[in-house]
């Protein structure tokens, strides 16, 4: 490491970086290193990290090189790390010649990053941020380059002395632009390095630019419908909607009470609309039975009363519950707290009426809902 070989200063920086990583993880190891390591304790540095062994949440658990990447790229306002290991070593990108004051001046600039990064406020409030979105757990999250780059985005505007509201409203929409479009999602240094240098300049500027171009009406109608027509329940928008209805407070599939929040809290499970067993009778491959557009998150007994059930006959049970029929599937006894929760979980009216043989008609018709529900939400954050 480059760091590390600049003397006793450069080693208690990687040590700074390898104990945060290592805390965020376990924060149980803070008493083993309060002990082992008395000459690190000394720099003042443990005292300014001793706070994550109070610390319990794992939304956002950054590696060495996610902490490094991201200290750089805000300080210096450049996103490809071998900038970064020509700095350390006094590079002069002008004179291509090196020299020992800009060796200097990366350590300390270096430095001051870390610790804007490790700061306990500065965590705190951006991990707030991207909970704010219904991004709460970090399995909907399935970029670590987009985390990543969204805390570049907070200490950045940070520096910049951009309000706190308005830094929370960029911060959100940055976040899921960056997930629905897959910005960092192939050469994600280049990308870094063209965003940062164009935030720093104009963020709200460059910020509507990536939407007049990537988040078109196109986008929104034809291509968010085109990748909601798969089978990977790890989809960075089937996880986008799922945040839609976290932020929403809406409830679960046929729930009264227990919200998307709270089985997404309490790791719940997603399940099948049209169930997986009926529907592997005529199509038994699982490109179709696991559709994203056919799942949902229902609460498990639900799910288990539902069994193979077509939905044309537990939806009409349904109705009969708000009908003053004996309750079979869920709380829900009134129409009108149905029709919301359809809203809520998009399903289409016409599910009342269908069979396997329209089992394809209810994918493109919930597509449709599901992309109007995500567009709504970004257009909300």
Aim: charged content about 25%; hydrophobic content about 35%; aromatic content about 12%.
């Amino acid at each position: 490491s480059k760091i590390a070989v600049y003397d006793e200063f450069g080693s208690n920086l990687r040590k700074l970086i390898d104990y945060f990583c290592q805390l965020a993880v376990s924060p149980e190891f803070y008493s083993q290193l309060e002990a082992s390591d008395k000459e690190f304790a000394k720099t003042g540095y443990l005292e300014k990290i001793k706070w994550l062994k109070d610390e319990n949440d794992d939304l956002y658990d950054p590696g060495y090189a996610d902490l490094l990447r991201v200290s750089f790229t805000s300080e210096f306002n450049r996103g490809k790390m071998g900038d970064l290991v020509s700095l350390l070593t006094g590079r002069n990108f002008e004179t291509r010649e090196f020299e020992a004051e800009i060796q200097e001046n990366t350590f300390k600039r270096l430095e001051k990053s870390l610790l804007k990064f490790t700061n306990e406020l500065n965590f705190k409030k951006f991990i707030m941020i991207i909970r704010s979105t219904g991004f709460m757990d970090s399995r909907l999250i399935n970029s670590r380059a987009t985390i990543n780059f969204a805390y570049v985005v907070y200490l950045k505007l940070r520096d910049l002395d951009i309000s706190q509201s308005e830094i929370e409203s960029f911060v959100r929409k940055w976040f899921v632009m960056s997930i629905l479009t897959g910005r960092y999602s192939s050469s994600p240094e280049s990308t870094f390095d063209a965003d940062i240098k164009n935030i720093s300049t104009d963020y709200q500027k460059h910020l509507k630019f990536v939407e007049d171009t990537e988040l078109s009406e196109a986008f929104w109608s034809v291509a968010l419908v085109s990748e909601l027509e798969k089978s990977n329940p790890t989809s960075p928008y089937l996880s986008t909607f799922f945040a839609s209805q976290v932020k929403e407070n809406d409830r679960g599939f046929l729930s009264t009470n227990i919200t998307i929040r709270d089985m997404v809290e309490e790791r719940g499970d997603m399940h099948h609309i049209f169930p997986k067993a009926y529907i592997k009778k005529t199509f038994n491959n699982k490109r179709d039975y696991n559709q994203i557009a056919n799942l949902v998150y229902a609460q498990s007994e639900i799910n288990s009363s539902i069994k193979d059930t077509p939905p044309l006959e537990y939806f009409a049970v349904v109705l009969e519950q708000c009908n003053g029929g004996p309750v079979k599937y869920g709380g829900i006894t009134d129409l009108k707290t149905l029709k919301i929760n359809m809203e809520q979980n998009c399903i289409p009216e016409s599910i009342f009426n269908m069979s396997v043989d329209h089992y394809h008609q209810f994918l493109k018709e919930r597509r449709t809902l599901m992309a109007k529900k995500i567009k709504s939400y970004y257009n909300n954050l």
